[in-house]
DNA sequence: GCCGAGTGTCTGGGATCCCAGACAATATCT
DNA sequence: AGATATTGTCTGGGATCCCAGACACTCGGC
């Protein structure tokens, strides 16, 4: 790696700030990430400048400003997981066989970002824009089984959260615990009939550098064309390995 | 200023992918920054090595990353605006003796972050919380009269989006120009009993450095109290004041 | 009111880093 | 298929910057 220490130390300096709850004092940022105080201070004056920091007299402490939210925003508008997640995706499907898609997290739903229709197969209920509520689905599934269960609870409180289809699936967080107690005992999510009958899906969360899920790869086919469980671990195992690309890809 | 040139350099490059509408490549980023191309591809190493940008390499091009989007998130729950506005707002009320807010834009609503009430006063509607149509209120007629018309017409496309309150406020898109044309001319937003039958408010932006109004504050009085226009220009004036404080707090 | 802890600013020289330019690889154009 | 343009990597030395530590200011506790 060039040695670019002080770019280093910036990227340093926000990332310590986005993960704290509130702004935090100067001495706590050098402190936890070992910087020299008349570094820090310095750093600190060019973030300030610059809009990604704002400095609050009153309480002595620094914090996350505008520019830092623009950065949000940016991501937002230029949708960087689904330009690297398409190709991973196409060659799944390839692989496979079968139709591959990408879905994200939103509140209690899943909206499904990417959709690569297998070859000669019938077009499904997972179209791009589409939102489903996240505990019918494989990729639903399989974000929430590796959120804090804190998180989980927070979505979730209560039994009117649920949304049921053809009569299926979690109707209240107790049930809803027990579904991602097994999922992750199994090590992928897995989806028989909830959301189509007919159709299966399994499914894997494709996590950050902090172990977050940002997205979930899954993959759907008809019951009857993989019956047995040794047929969907092997599946399984695929949409995992482009689950991991993908996290590579997004890299941090 | 202290001389911390590779944490600008670097900083630019993310205030400039920022503002793209996608990817770009690292020549342009080189060229539209004045960079030189080895010291471009190291700060891009550091910022994809830490997740702020991925590199796309089927498109050559570079796009921001997970990271920034956390950056986004981070700013998003600190709230700085309310921990720095809040001070400021607090001596606006207690120089005038009103009531004052500050609010910020959600789609077609504004929804109140602060409100300082006046000792001795009523409470108003306005309550941090409390969200209500952008239009009827001196806080979004505020910030609609300095977005770009095709921002305002994006959020209000056909009479549908409009909901009266008293039997009063805009109810077309073509009132709601004339309007904000007003308030522009005027100089600053004005609101009488369209919110509270008894009331007037008087509101000016908060601007972010490129111009765009990340909130606008707001004093609110009885309208006989003060009912010629020298004294709603005076406390336009102050609230103008205290908005362009607050810009300048926020920083960038 | 005084004292101690913490915050914020400033300076200069030893340490190191930034950038010009060479080189290799890849993509596009003819 | 060959030529050209662009992307991406690498190196080393002149230029400059990073950090230790001194100093001033502010706030909280007693």
Redesign the pocket.
Known sequence: M??????R?VLDILRFLADQAGPV????LARELG?????T??L??ELTATGFVV?L?DE???GLGVSAYELGSGFTRQAPLQRLARRPLSELTDRTGHTSHLAVLHGRDVVYVIEERARGRAPLVTDVGVRLPAPLTASGRAMLAVLPPAAVRALFPTADGFVLRNERGPDSPAALRRLLAETRRRGHALEEGEVTAGFASVGTPVLDHSGHPIAAVALTFPEHEVPDEDGRRSLAAQVARTAGTISRLIGG
């Not at 060039?2 to 770019?7: E, F, N, R, T």
């Not at 004092?25 to 706590?28: C, L, Q, V």
């Open positions: 060039a040695q670019v220490p002080a770019a130390q004092p100067a001495a706590a910087l020299p105080r008349s570094t201070y310095h600190l004056g400095h007299p002595r402490r620094y």
